[in-house]
C-alpha cells in the first residue's frame, strides 16, 4: 500500500506542539494536474531566507497526488507492460505491438507540413567602381548608324549572295533573308529598351546581358559573343583570301590547282587558304597590337569600299534595263563549260581552207582532227552561248523563283534546255563542266546567311563614346537594319531578275571567265566589287581583332569568370594585349578549317545566342515589372521579345542542329562554372527578379494543401547555442543536418541571444556570420536565423514559432541534449529543454534529440561495417524508419545495415508480430533485420526503488535551492556568521532549514567529484536541523535517505553545534552517485533498513524507474555496438513539476550508449508503402 513520504521537523512553539508535517511528496510525472495547495499552508520566513512549507499532515485521499484514483488505473492499465515511460501520449502513439498487425494495410494521412526546395542565393556588392569615361562626341550617323551599317555589310554579300539566290531560289532566299532580318529586328527593338533603361557604360551589348540576366547569363553569353565576333574575324579574313587567290592574283597561290581534279584541287584551295589566312591574320594582329588608332580612322575608308561597291550593283541593274552588258556563257547542251582552255565556243571553225577544230574540240577528242574519237556527250550536243546577264526585263526571274538544290559533284545545268544524254552514261571530262563543290541545301544556305545580318551591336558596343547614347542606339540600330534589310532584299529579287540561273549556281564564276559573278553585274566594271569588297572585308577583319580582345577584356575585369582575369591585363595605355593573343589564337582555328562556308554557322551559332538572350532579357524586365525597368524607348513589347527569342533559337537548329548543342552545352557549361567558382555578383539582374517571383509563386502554391505523405521529409530548425565569442559550440550538429538532408528541403539553422535587439545587435551579427561560416564548411544549403530576446526561453520559443515562411516551414527540431544538465547553477537549461520539448509537440513538429553530440560522425568520416539500430517502441508515425534510410543515403552511414527492434509483451505474439513487422518492411522497400524483443514481467527491483528514492532526494533539494544569486550570497554569509557564533537567535523555537550550495572556485568542482561517494556527513540529533554545505564536518556514516558526500574532507566539528552538513556529488559523466552496495540487494538491505522508505515513494516515479532500466538492459545488450541508436523518445509530464525527474528518467533510459537519437514524431504519418 502507497503511503506519503514525509520528512518531519520538530519545534518548540507555543507548548511544544508538532507545528506541521513538512511535506516531501513529489508530484506525479506524467499523469495527474497541478497540486492543489492546502489552505493551512503557510511561508515562515527567517533571516536567512530559507522558506519552509508548513502543512497539516492530514492526508488527503482526493488528491491528484499518487493515491488518485486515475494513477491506480494507469498503473493496474501498465503494470508490467514496461511502457510507463510513454503512458502519457499512448492513446495519440500506440504501442507497435498494438497495431503491428494492421501494418500491412498501412495508409497514409494527408496531414502534416509542407516543403519546398529552393537555393539561397547570398551574393555580395559589387563594390568596384567604374573608371571615368571621356567626354562622348559621336552622334546617331557617325557613332551608330554608319558602324552598323558597316558591320552588317560584309563578306556574305559579295561572295555568296549570288551562289544562295541561284541554289535556293528567289522566293526561298527572299524567305531565308525576311527572317534573318525580321530577327535582328526584333532583337535591335529588344536592346534598343534595354539600352535606354538608364545609362550603358562602355561594354555594350555584354554589359547590357550581364547586368540584366546576371553574370551566370552575361558571363556565359557574354564569352558566346567573344567567340562569335572572333570566328568573324576569321571568316573575314577567309573571305578576302578567297577574293585575293581566285579573283584577283590567282597566281600567288602557293599550292597550284592547275590540272587537278575533285578533291585534290578542293584540298589544294584549303591550303592555301591556311597558309594565307595566317599571313594575314599575324600581319592584321600586329597592326591592332602597333596601333589601333590607324584602325579606327581606316574605318572610314573600308566604310566608303562598301558603300561605293553596292553603288555599283545597282547601278549595273540599272544598265541591264537599258543596255544589257555582254557576258556569254559557253554551253555544251544544258551545261555550262568552263571558260578557262579555249578561246571560242564552238567545235569546229570554217576558213578558206576548210574545216579546222578548236581548243575545245581537242579537249574533248584525243586528237585534233575530224575523224578523232570524243567525247559521247560532246558528239551527241551542241555547243552555244547564252547570255549570262539577259537584264532585268528579260523575265528571267520566273526561271529563277525556285530552288535548285545540288549534291556534291552534281553537274550545274540549265532548266528547260533539251539535252541528249544516256542515262547511265558516265560522267567524263568532269573538270570542263562547272560542278557543285558542297552539297547545298535550304538550312545551310541559313546558317551560311545569317552572318551577313549580324554586326547590329556595333552601335551599342560604342555607346561610351555616344554624346546621347539613349538616343542614337535606338534610332541608329533600327535605321541601319531597315537600310541593309531592304538593300538584301532588293537584291535577292534583282539577281533573281537579272541573272542567268547556271551563272548563279556558279559559285566562283567558273563560266564567266573567274570572274566574281557580282562582279559581272557591276557598273562600270567588276574590278569595283572585286576592290571595294576586298578591301571591306580587310576592314571588317580588322574591326573583329579590335573590337573582340575589349570585350574579352571587360569580362575579364569584371571577375565573373576567375580563369580569364589574366586577360584583363595590358599595356600601360590599356590595350588588351593578353586578350588579343588569345583572340588570336582562337581565329587562327577558324583559319585553320580554312572553309567559309563551314566557318559562317559556327559564328551564326554564338551571335544567335547572344540575340536570343538580349530578347529573353527585354522579356523577363517587361512581364517582371522591375521597379527601375523605365526605358526610353517605348515601342517595344514583351510578346515581340518572345517572338525574336523564338526566332534566335529556330534558327540555332535550323542552321544545324550540332553547332547548336556544341554552343549550349560551351555556354551552359560557362555557366555552371560561374555560379559555382565566380565571383558573386549583385547587378540587380532580372533572374534574380524571376527568382523572387518564383519563391513567391511557389510559397502560395504550398499554401494550397499539405503535401502528400509520399513528399513528405524533414525540414529541419537546428537549433543551436553559441559561446560569448558567438561561436557555434556543437558544430556536429551540423554535420548531422548535412548527413540527414543531402542539400534537400529546407534547412534553418538558429541561435538564441538573451538581452535586447539595440544592445546585442552587433553580436547577433557576429553569431549569423558564424553560422553561415560553419554551414559553409558543412556543406548545409539553408538559411540562419538569429533572434534576440530577454531570456534564452522566449528567444527559443521565437525561433520556434517565426521561422520559416508561408508553407516554407520547418516540420522537424534538431536540438542537442543539454550537456552537463545536471551540474548547471541555476538549472535552467534543462529547464528550457523541457519546455521545448513541449512547444514542439503542441506545435505538431518531429523533435530530434541527438544525446552526446561530439561523439557523432563529421562529414569526413567513414564507417566501412557496423549497424544503425531502430528500437520501435510506440508508432509515431514511421519516423523511425525514414530517418535512417535518409542517413543510410549519406556516404558516411551508406555501409551501416539497418537493424529494428521492437518490444513485445507477454501477451503478445512475437513470432506473428515478427513476420508482420518484416512484410511491412518489405513493402516500404527498406532492408534492414527484424527482431522482436520480448520483454517479461518482473518484480521491481531494489535498485530501482534506490534510484527513484535518490531521484526524489535529489528533485525536493533542488527545489529549495532554486534561488537567486543574491540570495544564495545571503545565505552564505548568514550560515559563515552563525558557524562563529557571532549571531544569536531572534526564535528559538523557529524550525530553521538552512540549504545552501557554494560558488564553486575554477578547478573546485573537479576536487570535490573525485572525493569517495562512501563519505556521508555527520548526523546530529539537537532541535534545530540544519542542511547545509559546509567544508569543516568529519566524513561519518548517514541514513541511506540522504546519500550525499561533503565537498571536501579535513576539519573538526564544533561541539554542541546543532548543524547538519549535507550535499551530494555527482560522477564526471553527469549521473548521480550509486550508494555504496546499491548493485546487490544485500547491500540495498543494510543502507535503506528494508521497506518503510520505499513504500513512501511515488509509485508512478518507481513505474517510470523501472520500464527505463528495463529498457536500457535491453537496448545495452543488443545495441552497445552499434553505431547509431535511434528509440523514441518518452514525452515530458505534463504537471511541470516533474520535470527533473523526466530528465533523470531519459538518462537512465539511454545509460551505456554512445550515439544516441531521441526521436518523437510530428502527428502524423511519414512513409508509406503507397507508390
Not at 591592332?288 to 580612322?297: A, D, H, L, Q, T
Not at 523605365?630 to 534558327?651: E, I, Q, T, V
Not at 549569423?768 to 559553409?776: C, Y
Not at 551540474?823 to 506545435?843: G, K, M, N, P, Y
Request: with cysteine.
Amino acid at each position: 500500500m502507497s503511503q506519503r513520504f514525509t520528512v518531519t521537523a520538530f519545534s518548540r512553539s507555543d507548548g511544544d506542539r508538532n507545528v506541521s508535517d513538512i511535506q516531501g511528496e513529489v508530484n506525479q510525472l506524467f499523469e495527474g494536474d497541478e497540486p492543489t495547495p492546502s489552505s493551512s499552508n503557510k511561508e515562515v520566513s527567517f533571516n536567512t531566507e530559507v522558506v519552509v512549507m508548513e502543512g497539516d499532515g492530514n492526508p488527503k485521499e482526493s488528491s491528484p497526488f499518487i493515491n488518485s484514483s486515475d494513477e491506480v488505473q494507469k498503473s493496474q492499465q501498465y503494470d508490467g507492460k514496461n511502457m510507463a515511460l510513454f503512458e502519457e501520449e499512448i492513446e495519440t502513439s500506440p504501442m507497435v505491438s498494438t497495431m503491428i498487425s494492421s501494418l500491412a494495410n498501412y495508409s497514409n494521412l494527408p496531414q502534416g507540413s509542407k516543403e519546398h526546395e529552393e537555393e539561397a542565393d547570398n551574393e555580395e556588392e559589387d563594390k568596384k567602381k567604374k573608371k571615368p569615361v571621356k567626354a562622348p562626341q559621336l552622334g546617331t550617323l557617325m557613332g551608330v548608324y554608319l558602324p552598323c551599317i558597316q558591320n552588317i555589310f560584309g563578306v556574305i554579300l559579295f561572295l555568296r549572295m549570288t551562289w544562295m539566290v541561284g541554289i535556293g531560289g528567289v522566293i526561298g532566299s527572299f524567305i531565308i533573308v525576311f527572317m534573318c532580318c525580321s530577327t535582328t529586328m526584333l532583337t535591335a527593338i529588344s536592346m534598343s529598351a534595354i539600352a535606354t533603361n538608364g545609362v550603358v557604360p562602355a561594354g555594350g551589348s555584354y554589359y547590357m546581358i550581364s547586368r540584366s540576366l546576371g553574370p551566370e547569363f552575361g558571363g556565359a553569353v557574354g564569352i558566346c559573343f567573344y567567340l562569335g565576333t572572333t570566328f568573324a574575324g576569321a571568316m573575314y579574313i577567309l573571305g578576302s583570301i578567297e577574293l585575293l587567290l581566285i579573283y584577283i592574283v590567282p597566281q600567288a597561290a602557293i599550292f597550284k590547282m592547275e590540272g587537278l581534279e575533285g578533291a585534290e584541287a578542293e584540298a589544294a584551295l584549303l591550303n592555301n587558304m591556311r597558309v594565307y589566312g595566317t599571313l594575314v591574320l599575324t600581319f592584321m594582329a600586329t597592326v591592332v597590337f602597333v596601333g589601333v588608332k590607324y584602325v579606327n580612322k581606316l574605318a572610314l575608308v573600308f566604310l566608303a569600299c562598301v558603300i561605293l561597291s553596292i553603288l555599283a550593283v545597282y547601278a549595273g541593274v540599272i544598265k541591264t534595263a537599258i543596255d544589257p552588258p555582254d557576258f556569254p556563257v559557253c554551253m555544251l547542251g544544258n551545261r555550262p563549260l568552263i571558260s578557262k582552255g579555249f578561246d571560242v565556243c564552238a567545235k569546229t571553225l570554217e576558213n578558206g581552207n576548210g574545216t579546222v577544230t578548236t581548243k575545245l574540240w581537242r579537249i574533248f577528242c584525243d586528237s585534233p582532227f575530224l575523224n578523232a574519237t570524243c567525247d559521247e556527250y560532246f558528239v551527241n550536243n551542241n555547243v552555244s552561248y547564252i547570255q549570262g546577264i539577259p537584264g532585268v526585263m528579260s523575265g528571267i526571274l520566273k526561271d529563277n523563283l525556285f530552288g535548285t538544290y545540288l549534291e556534291k559533284g552534281d553537274l550545274v545545268a540549265k532548266k528547260g534546255v533539251a539535252t541528249v544524254e544516256g542515262p547511265d552514261d558516265p560522267l567524263t571530262n568532269s573538270n570542263r563542266y562547272v560542278l557543285a563543290d558542297i552539297t547545298s541545301f535550304f538550312t545551310l544556305l541559313v546558317g551560311i546567311y545569317f552572318p551577313s545580318v549580324t554586326g547590329i551591336m556595333a552601335g551599342s558596343n560604342r555607346s561610351g563614346d555616344l554624346r546621347d547614347a539613349q538616343k542614337s542606339i535606338p534610332i541608329g540600330t533600327i535605321a541601319a537594319i531597315t537600310t541593309t534589310s531592304l538593300v538584301y532584299m532588293s537584291a535577292v529579287i534583282l539577281f533573281g531578275a537579272c541573272i542567268e540561273g547556271v551563272v548563279l549556281r556558279d559559285k566562283f564564276g567558273e563560266g564567266v571567265n573567274g570572274n566574281l559573278v557580282i562582279g559581272t553585274l557591276a557598273w562600270p566594271s567588276p574590278w569595283v566589287i572585286v576592290i571595294g569588297s576586298f578591301f571591306s572585308t580587310c576592314g571588317a577583319g580588322l574591326q573583329s581583332l579590335t573590337g573582340a580582345p575589349r570585350l574579352m577584356q571587360a569580362i575579364s575585369r569584371d571577375g565573373v569568370v576567375p580563369i580569364l582575369r589574366v586577360f584583363g591585363h595590358g599595356k600601360a595605355n590599356g590595350e588588351p594585349t593578353w586578350a588579343l593573343l588569345l583572340t588570336a589564337c582562337i581565329c587562327e582555328t577558324g583559319i585553320l578549317i580554312a572553309s567559309l562556308d563551314a566557318v559562317a554557322p559556327i559564328l551564326s551559332m554564338f551571335f544567335l545566342m547572344c540575340y536570343m538572350f538580349v530578347n529573353l532579357a527585354c522579356a523577363l524586365q517587361t512581364l517582371l515589372r522591375t521597379p527601375n525597368w523605365r526605358p526610353r524607348f517605348k515601342f517595344y513589347h514583351w510578346a515581340l521579345s518572345f517572338l525574336g527569342m523564338s526566332l534566335c533559337l529556330s534558327l540555332m537548329f535550323i542552321c544545324s542542329w550540332f553547332y547548336a548543342i556544341v554552343a549550349m552545352v560551351i555556354a551552359s557549361s560557362i555557366y555552371k562554372y560561374i555560379e559555382f567558382h565566380g565571383a558573386e555578383k549583385e547587378w540587380g539582374d532580372g533572374i534574380r527578379g524571376i527568382s523572387l517571383s518564383a519563391a513567391r509563386y511557389a510559397l502560395m502554391r504550398l499554401e494550397e494543401g499539405p503535401p502528400h505523405t509520399k513528399n513528405w521529409r524533414p525540414q529541419l530548425l537546428v537549433l543551436v547555442s553559441t559561446d560569448a565569442e558567438q561561436n557555434v559550440e556543437q558544430p556536429r550538429l551540423l554535420s548531422l543536418t548535412n548527413q540527414l538532408k543531402a542539400g534537400k528541403g529546407l534547412t534553418i539553422v538558429g541561435t538564441a541571444l538573451e538581452g535586447t535587439y539595440l544592445e546585442n545587435h552587433p553580436q547577433a551579427q557576429r553569431a549569423e556570420q558564424s553560422l553561415r561560416k560553419l554551414m559553409e564548411t558543412e556543406k548545409v544549403k539553408g538559411f540562419c536565423q538569429v533572434t534576440i530576446s530577454s531570456n534564452m526561453r522566449d528567444a527559443t520559443s521565437h525561433l520556434l514559432q517565426a521561422s520559416g515562411l508561408g508553407g516554407l516551414m520547418h516540420n522537424t527540431v534538431l536540438v542537442s541534449w543539454p550537456r552537463n544538465w545536471k551540474q548547471s547553477d541555476d538549472h535552467q537549461t534543462w529547464r528550457d529543454f523541457i519546455e521545448l520539448v513541449r512547444e514542439t509537440t503542441a506545435a505538431h513538429l518531429a523533435l530530434l534529440v541527438p544525446k552526446n553530440i561530439a561523439a557523432f560522425p563529421s562529414n569526413g568520416e567513414r564507417f566501412s561495417e557496423g549497424h544503425i539500430d531502430v528500437w520501435w517502441i510506440v508508432h509515431d508515425g514511421g519516423m523511425l524508419m525514414l530517418l535512417p534510410f535518409l542517413l543510410r543515403q549519406h556516404k558516411v552511414w551508406r555501409k551501416c545495415k539497418m537493424r529494428i527492434f521492437t518490444v513485445a509483451q507477454m501477451d503478445d505474439n512475437s513470432i506473428q508480430m515478427k513476420k508482420d513487422l518484416t512484410t511491412f518492411l518489405y513493402h516500404l522497400r527498406i532492408d534492414a533485420e527484424v527482431e522482436v524483443v520480448e520483454m517479461h514481467d518482473s518484480d521491481i527491483s531494489a535498485y530501482t526503488y534506490e534510484k527513484t528514492l535518490v531521484m526524489e532526494q535529489r528533485s525536493q533539494i533542488l527545489k529549495q535551492i532554486n534561488l537567486t544569486k543574491t540570495e544564495r550570497e545571503r545565505e552564505i554569509q548568514s550560515i559563515t556568521d552563525s558557524s562563529r557564533g557571532s549571531i544569536r537567535r531572534k526564535n528559538p523555537a523557529a524550525v530553521t532549514t538552512h540549504l545552501s550550495v557554494t560558488e564553486e572556485q575554477p578547478g573546485a568542482s573537479s576536487k570535490a567529484e573525485e572525493k569517495p561517494e562512501e563519505e556521508c556527513p555527520t548526523v546530529s540529533p539537537p532541535p534545530q536541523v540544519q542542511l547545509i554545505h559546509d567544508s569543516t564536518g568529519p566524513a561519518s556514516p548517514i541514513t541511506p535517505a540522504a546519500p550525499l558526500t561533503p565537498a571536501t574532507e579535513g576539519g573538526a566539528q564544533t561541539p554542541g553545534s546543532a548543524q547538519v552538513q549535507m550535499t551530494w556529488t555527482e560522477k564526471l559523466d553527469g549521473e548521480p552517485a550509486k550508494p555504496p552496495g546499491a548493485s546487490t540487494p544485500e547491500g540495498i538491505k543494510d543502507i535503506f533498513n528494508m521497506k518503510p522508505e520505499w513504500e513512501n515513494l511515488n509509485q508512478s516515479n518507481v513505474r517510470r524507474m523501472h520500464t527505463a532500466l528495463r529498457l536500457n538492459g535491453v537496448i545495452v545488450k543488443k545495441s552497445s555496438e552499434a553505431k547509431l541508436v535511434l528509440l523514441n523518445m518518452p514525452g515530458p509530464p505534463k504537471n511541470r513539476a516533474g520535470d527533473e525527474n523526466y530528465m533523470e528518467f531519459l538518462e537512465v533510459l539511454t545509460e551505456g550508449l554512445n550515439r544516441v537519437l531521441l526521436v518523437r514524431g510530428g502527428g502524423r504519418e511519414v512513409i508509406t508503402i503507397y507508390s
